[in-house]
């Protein structure tokens, strides 16, 4: 029989196919990772990975295992979910937490609806930083995140909010009379950069390494929360790339905002651990894409 921790070591390296996010995802180190994977290789008796010094993959034995295992494993998670909520009902307590005013308006009208349909539910509601906003998901501190696309290492809801991208520039910038500007532009300005605590998939969407041309983007000075964020810019120590909301809900007389049309559209939606799935989980994502599923919804968010 293999163990709860080896069981997740296993279809957890088969996804990542690297040793150190797979010890991020797990919340172990990467010594307990290789020497789980060597356990369990040696009671196998066959090699589950092929290492090399620049990769990971599965053999054939690995794969098939993985293969075999997965839906099991799946099932074993749902039928403990199914007694609880047959036992609870969606009742208890639901931890939910955002990050940013759209995403905060977001989860006000999913708690709302989810409310009026689980009065027996108590929900609290927590305000995420952009520096703990994933650690929190991760620590189990909440059930539910509704915050910025990409995020690794959990479940990933429906999409909630599509935006645009605009940059946020110091109002005396040579920039701000633009009526719009290409990505191009982060080459030749400082960009402050997001919290290394956030997943570097996350990092890199908003924040590339290179422009479209292939020009190393310039690094500016890091900060921990949105409005330090706002208050370098002001500051002139740098620009950042930020979703359409920010200009109606964070407008400042020091910053301007300007049209970047040919950088991706940030994406919001619900994010909660696998192994947190709960009723009241699902109940409540299943609010939050409810009152996102008419178009005039999502506008007013």
Not at 14 to 33: C, D, I, M, P
Not at 158 to 178: D, I, K, T, W, Y
Not at 188 to 214: A, K, N
Request: aromatic content about 6%; some cysteine.
């Amino acid at each position: 029989m293999l163990e709860r921790t080896e069981t997740e070591v296993l279809l957890a390296l088969a996804e990542e196919l690297h040793f150190g996010r797979t010890a991020e995802r797990l919340r172990l180190t990467t010594s307990q990772v290789s020497r789980t994977v060597k356990s369990l290789e040696r009671r196998i008796g066959a090699p589950l990975f092929a290492r090399t010094s620049r990769a990971v993959a599965l053999t054939s034995i690995g794969a098939r295992l993985v293969e075999d295992l997965r839906p099991h494993v799946k099932g074993m998670d749902a039928a403990v979910r199914t007694a609880i909520e047959a036992g609870r009902g969606v009742s208890g307590t639901l931890r939910v937490a955002f990050v940013g005013a759209a995403a905060g308006q977001l989860l006000l009208k999913a708690v709302a609806l989810f409310g009026s349909r689980y009065p027996d539910c108590e929900v609290h509601i927590h305000e995420a930083q952009v520096h703990d906003a994933c650690e929190r998901v991760y620590s189990g501190a909440v059930d539910v995140l509704i915050t910025g696309l990409p995020v690794r290492g959990v479940r990933v809801g429906p999409v909630l909010l599509s935006e645009p991208q605009f940059l946020a520039v110091p109002r005396r910038h040579r920039l701000a009379n633009r009526t719009k500007v290409t990505r191009e532009v982060l080459a030749d300005h400082p960009v402050v950069q997001m919290p290394d605590t956030l997943p570097e998939e996350t990092r890199r969407y908003r924040i590339p390494d290179t422009t479209p041309s292939g020009r190393p983007v310039r690094h500016g000075p890091k900060a921990n929360t949105f409005p330090e964020i706002l208050t370098l810019v002001a500051a002139g120590q740098g620009v950042f790339p930020v979703g359409e909301h920010v200009t109606r809900f964070y407008p400042r007389p020091d910053i301007t905002y300007i049209p970047m049309p040919d950088a991706p559209p940030l994406q919001w939606a619900p994010v909660w651990l696998d192994t947190n799935e709960t009723g009241p989980v699902r109940a409540f994502v299943t609010c939050a894409t409810e009152i996102t599923a008419s178009p005039a919804s999502t506008k007013s968010a």
